[in-house]
C-alpha cells in the first residue's frame, strides 16, 4: 500500500510541512460555526435567467424586468448584466427580497415566463488557492558582499521554465514555432501590460491585445437595490497597488503563456493575448463575469480561452460549465483548472473544467524552482541553505550568533537569563522546544535581536521546514531544518575568529518531486464519474512575471499555473497545424492527440507502477510528440464507470496519418489505484490513499494491429472490474498502451478509469447529520434541548444543516405536525449539492421560516420536480406547535423516481410559539 504520506516527505524538503497542522479526522461532523458553508452557496437573490428563442437579449431583460415590477411593485429588483450573444441571450436578475414568500413568487414568476428557458442560481467564483510565495526574482536578487563574490553561482533562468519536461524547448528550437499568430483569451484578475517581459503596452501591436475589465472595482459592492458601484471598462489592468490591495494572479497566468526577455521564455511568447478581467483584487467574482467573459472572448475570436478559477462544484450542471461546453462545441479550446483540493480526497474537481469537452488540468511539480536561500559564510566551505518565507518581514544579512547559552536544548530562550548578551544588534539562531515561539522571540528581541532563525527539533525529518507561528513578534523570524541549523550551529561553535555571516539571495534548486504530480493537484473523477482531469501542465513551483509593484517575478504554484502552460502548449499546436497548412481540428481532437503521447508518472519512488489517471489524468503534456506523431487514438480516455452502471466494452479507433505502416503491441499498463475512503466507512479519506494489487484486467479483440498509411483500424476492449469489496468503491486505474514496434513511432496510451461497486450504496448523511442548528449555527438541538421558534422573531427560525458524506442532486425537505401528519415542503428544494470535506464541513444550511407548500416548488435554480400534487398549490404559515423536518437526499447516481434511490431522515419537535 502506498499512502499520500509516504508521498509528502520529498515536498517537506521545500518547506510544506507546517507545524500545527492536524491529520484528517475520522468522520465528518457537523461544526457549529457560522460560515463554515458560505462559499458554496448561491449569491444571495443573484440569478442567471436565460432566455428561449435568438430575440435580443436587451428587449426580452426590459420586458421580463417591467412584468415583475408590475407584479410585484413592493419588491427591489434589476437586471445588472445583459449577455446578448450567439451561444447565450441571458440577463443577470438581482431579488433584493430575503428569502421567502416574495422572493419565491417572483422566482416562480420568471420561471413560468414565455421569455425564460433556464434559470441558474449564481455562486462565487475565485482562482485556486494556491501554494504561494513571496516575489523573487533572478533580475533583482540581493548581491553578495564583494569579499564573498568567489562563491556565488551563475544562475542559468532557462532550468526554471519546465521546458525540457513537456518538448516546448524542442518546439520552439527545431521548429521555430512560438505559437505566433495564435489568439488565448485569459480571464482572471487583470494584469500589469506594461511589464517589459509582457510587451510594456496594451492595444494593437502590443502582445497583450484583447480584454476588458469586467469588474471595475477591486472589490464587488452591491447596494440594497442591487445596483453594483463597479464600472467596467476596456482597461485589464491590474491596478490593485492603486488601492493598497495584492493582486498579480492574472499576471502571472499570462507570462507563463507568453513572457519574453533576456532570460525568460514563455511556452507561447509570440502568440496573441487578452486579458478579461472578471476577478477582483481579493481573487473572487461573479460567475456571470465569468460567463460574459468568456462569450465575449469567444466572439472576439479567440482561439484558446484560459481560465485558472472555478468553483467548489464537480456537476456539469453548473452555468459556467455549461457555457464553457457550449464554446467547445462551438470550436474553440476552453482550458480551465482542475483545483487545488487534493488533499480534500476524491471527487474535488473544480467547475467550469468539469463541463463536458472542457479540458481539465491537472499540475505536476517542476524540477527546479527559485527559493530565497541564506548563503553562510565564515566556514571552511561556504554553504547554502533553504530556508521557507519569513512569517513577519525578512531576515536581513547579518552576523549569527547562539541565542542560548545551551543552545540546541529543548527551552532554547525560553528564560530569558539564558539569552547571551551577545544577541544585540544580531541574528539569533535558536531551536524549536517547550515554550512558544512568542515567547522564545520577546526574550530575544528584549535582549536587542534584530531576527531569529529557529530550526526544526526532530532529528527523523532531518531536511523538513517549518513555519515558526509567531503572531505577535516585532522582529523578522523564520525557520529553517534541522539538519541546517545544526549546521549552522556546528559552524558558530567551531568559528576560529571570522564571524558567522548570513547573505540572503534567489537561487535555483532542484525540486525532488519533479515531474510527479503535485500533492495539491484535485483528485477525479466529476460527480458523474465522467474522466476528469484530462491532461497535466506543470504548475508545480512555477516562475514568471508578476506585477512591477509586486516586485516584477514570483515563484508560485497550482494548477492556475497548470492551465496557462496547457494553453501555451495547444497553441504551439494550432501554429504547427497552421504552418503544415492542415485541416482544422476539433478541440476534442486536439486533447485526444495530447492525451495519446503525454508523459505517465509513477506513484512514488518506491513502485513501478504509473500514478493514476484520477490525479495524473492522461498525464503530462509532451508537445513536441503531439505534433510530429502521426497516429492518433480516439477517444483519448475511458471512463467504466462504476459496477453497477458499467459500461463494459469500449472501441478505440486508431488512425494512421502519417505517409509509413505502423505497428503496435496492445497491452494494460496498470496504476496504482485510489482507496477514496476510510476502510468501508464511507468517509473520506483526505486525503485519498494509492494501493496497488488492485487493477483491472482488460481482454482485446487484438493483440497487434498493423496500420498502412491514411488507414484505419478498431480495437475492442472488454474490461473484468478488480475483485475488491465493493463496499471500499475502490477507483482503479491504467493505461491501454499501445508499443509501437518500430523506434521512431512513440508509444500511444489511452487512460482508463472505473469504480468498483454501486455508488447508490453510499450514504449521503453522516453520522451526525442532518441536524437543526438555531440560526447563527451555534448549537445543535436534539430531543434533550427542543427548539423553540417564535414566528415574529426571524433570528429565532431553524436552520436544517447537512455534511454530506456523497454529494447529492436533489434534497427535499417535507413538514410533518405532531401527530407525523404530512403537511407538505417545509421549504424549497436544494439541487447540485456537493459532498463535505473536513475543511467545509456543510454542504447544505436552509431555514425554515414557518411555512409550508402544498406542492414542490422550484429550487433556487428554478430545478422543477415533476409531482402528481395539485397544480394550484398554495404556501401556507404554520401556526403555534410542534412540528418535525424530514430531509431526503437522492444519492448518487440515483434515480429521482426510484425510492430505493433516496436517503431519508426526520429532525426531532421543533417547538413553534
Given amino acids: 500500500m502506498y499512502s499520500n504520506t509516504i508521498l509528502l516527505l520529498p515536498l517537506l524538503l521545500l518547506a510544506i510541512l507546517l507545524i500545527g497542522l492536524s491529520d484528517s479526522t475520522s468522520a465528518l461532523s457537523i461544526k457549529t460555526k457560522q460560515g463554515d458553508h458560505q462559499h458554496r452557496k448561491p449569491l444571495p437573490g443573484r440569478y442567471l435567467i436565460e432566455f428561449a428563442g435568438d430575440d435580443d437579449a ?56 414565455n421569455l425564460v428557458s433556464d434559470v441558474y442560481p449564481l455562486h462565487a467564483m475565485s482562482r485556486p488557492k494556491g501554494v504561494t510565495s513571496a516575489p523573487l526574482s533572478l533580475h533583482k536578487s540581493l548581491p553578495p558582499s564583494q569579499k564573498h563574490a568567489q562563491h556565488e553561482k551563475v544562475i542559468d533562468a532557462h532550468l526554471l521554465m519546465a521546458h525540457s519536461m513537456t518538448q516546448v524547448d524542442r518546439v520552439h528550437e527545431e521548429y521555430n ?24 503596452g496594451f492595444g494593437p501591436g502590443y502582445k497583450i491585445r484583447y480584454g476588458k475589465d469586467m469588474i471595475g472595482v477591486p472589490a464587488i459592492v452591491t447596494d440594497n437595490e442591487g445596483n453594483s458601484n463597479r464600472v467596467p471598462d476596456d482597461d485589464p489592468m491590474d491596478n490593485c497597488g492603486d488601492y493598497g490591495l495584492a493582486g498579480g494572479h492574472g499576471t502571472h497566468v499570462a507570462g507563463i503563456i507568453g513572457a519574453k526577455s533576456e532570460n525568460y521564455t514563455g511556452v507561447a511568447p509570440d502568440a496573441i493575448l487578452g486579458m478579461w478581467r472578471a476577478l477582483d483584487c481579493t481573487g473572487y467574482g461573479d460567475e456571470d463575469s465569468v460567463i460574459e467573459s468568456m462569450l465575449d472572448a469567444h466572439k472576439a475570436g479567440a482561439h484558446i480561452i484560459s481560465m485558472s478559477l472555478g468553483a467548489h462544484e464537480s456537476w456539469s450542471e453548473f452555468v459556467t460549465a455549461v457555457v464553457a461546453e457550449r464554446i467547445t462545441a462551438n470550436g474553440t479550446i476552453v482550458i480551465a483548472a482542475a483545483g487545488n483540493d487534493g488533499l480534500d480526497g476524491a471527487f474535488t474537481i473544480k467547475s467550469p473544467s468539469v463541463g463536458k469537452g472542457v479540458v481539465s488540468v491537472a499540475s505536476f511539480d517542476n524540477e527546479h524552482t527559485l527559493r530565497e536561500t541564506i548563503h553562510v559564510y565564515g566556514v571552511e566551505d561556504p554553504l547554502d541553505i533553504i530556508t521557507v518565507n519569513d512569517t513577519i518581514g525578512a531576515i536581513s544579512d547579518g552576523q549569527v550568533v547562539a541565542g542560548d547559552v545551551r543552545v540546541g536544548g529543548e527551552s532554547d530562550a525560553c528564560d530569558a537569563g539564558d539569552v547571551p548578551p551577545n544577541v544585540n544588534g544580531k541574528l539569533a539562531i535558536v531551536q524549536r522546544g517547550n515554550c512558544t515561539f512568542d515567547l522564545k522571540v520577546h526574550n530575544l528581541h528584549q535582549a536587542g535581536a534584530i531576527g531569529v532563525l529557529i530550526f526544526f527539533n526532530e532529528s527523523t525529518l532531518g531536511d523538513a521546514l517549518f513555519v515558526p507561528g509567531a503572531a505577535s513578534a516585532q522582529i523578522p523570524v523564520a525557520g529553517l531544518s534541522y539538519n541546517n541549523g545544526v549546521t549552522v550551529l556546528k559552524a558558530i561553535e567551531r568559528n576560529d575568529g571570522e564571524p558567522i555571516q548570513l547573505n540572503r539571495s534567489a537561487r535555483i534548486i532542484k525540486v525532488p518531486t519533479g515531474n510527479t504530480v503535485s500533492i495539491f493537484s484535485s483528485v477525479g473523477p466529476s460527480y458523474e464519474n465522467d474522466f476528469k482531469p484530462n491532461i497535466a501542465g506543470v504548475g508545480g513551483y512555477v516562475y514568471s512575471t508578476f506585477p512591477r509593484y509586486l516586485g516584477s517575478w514570483k515563484v508560485d504554484s497550482g494548477t492556475s499555473m497548470a492551465t496557462p502552460y496547457v494553453s501555451g502548449a495547444f497553441a504551439l499546436y494550432l501554429k504547427a497545424i497552421s504552418d503544415n497548412k492542415q485541416e482544422q481540428q476539433s478541440p476534442t481532437y486536439i486533447l485526444e492527440q495530447f492525451q495519446n503521447y503525454a508523459y505517465k508518472a509513477l506513484a512514488s519512488n518506491e513502485t513501478d507502477e504509473a500514478d493514476s489517471p484520477y490525479r495524473q489524468a492522461a498525464g503530462l503534456i509532451q508537445v513536441y510528440d503531439a505534433i510530429s506523431q502521426k497516429t492518433h487514438v480516439s477517444p483519448g480516455s475511458i471512463s467504466f464507470n462504476d459496477t453497477a452502471n458499467l459500461q463494459k466494452t469500449h472501441k478505440l479507433t486508431v488512425t494512421n496519418n502519417g505517409d509509413s505502416i505502423v505497428s503496435y503491441e496492445i497491452v494494460n499498463k496498470v496504476s496504482v489505484s485510489i482507496a477514496p475512503y476510510n476502510d468501508s466507512s464511507n468517509i473520506f479519506s483526505e486525503p485519498a490513499t494509492m494501493i496497488s494489487g488492485s487493477s483491472a484486467r482488460l481482454r482485446f479483440s487484438r493483440k497487434m494491429v498493423k496500420i498502412s498509411p491514411g488507414a484505419t483500424t478498431n480495437i475492442t476492449l472488454t474490461v473484468m472490474p478488480p ?186 419537535a421543533i417547538q413553534v410559539v
Fill in 58 to 113: 436587451d428587449k426580452n431583460s426590459v420586458i421580463l424586468l417591467n412584468s415583475l415590477k408590475t407584479k410585484f411593485p413592493e419588491a427591489r429588483l434589476a437586471t445588472p448584466r445583459v449577455l446578448n450573444y450567439e451561444l447565450m441571450r441571458a440577463a443577470t436578475l438581482q431579488i433584493d427580497a430575503a428569502k421567502g414568500h416574495l422572493h419565491e413568487s417572483i422566482l416562480k414568476a420568471v420561471s413560468d415566463s
Fill in 723 to 908: 475483485d475488491t469489496d465493493p463496499k471500499l468503491h475502490i477507483m482503479y486505474g491504467g493505461y491501454v498502451e499501445l508499443k509501437s514496434k518500430v523506434s521512431y513511432h512513440k508509444d500511444i496510451t489511452v487512460p482508463y478509469i472505473g469504480i468498483v461497486g454501486n455508488q447508490r450504496d453510499l450514504p449521503v448523511f453522516s453520522d451526525d447529520s442532518p441536524a437543526i442548528l438555531d440560526f447563527n449555527l451555534t448549537t445543535i438541538y436534539n430531543e434533550t434541548n427542543t427548539f423553540v421558534f417564535k414566528l415574529k422573531d426571524n433570528s429565532t427560525q431553524p436552520v436544517v444543516a447537512i455534511s454530506m458524506l456523497s454529494p447529492s442532486k436533489l434534497v427535499l425537505f417535507r413538514l410533518y405536525n405532531e401527530k407525523k401528519e404530512y403537511l407538505g415542503y417545509a421549504m424549497p428544494p436544494a439541487t447540485n449539492c456537493v459532498r463535505s470535506t473536513n475543511k467545509s464541513p456543510l454542504s447544505v444550511a436552509e431555514s425554515w421560516e414557518g411555512f409550508y407548500y402544498t406542492a414542490l416548488p422550484p429550487a433556487d435554480d428554478g430545478y422543477e420536480v415533476k409531482t402528481n400534487t395539485d397544480a394550484g398549490a398554495s404556501k401556507k404559515q404554520v401556526g403555534p406547535g410542534r412540528y418535525r423536518i424530514g430531509v431526503e437526499a437522492l444519492k448518487l447516481l440515483g434515480d429521482p423516481q426510484n425510492p430505493h434511490d433516496w436517503e431519508h431522515w426526520t429532525s426531532d
Fill in 177 to 200: 514555432n512560438t505559437g505566433e499568430g495564435i489568439f488565448i483569451a485569459i480571464i482572471d484578475d487583470g494584469v500589469d501590460y506594461m511589464h517589459p517581459a509582457l510587451g510594456g
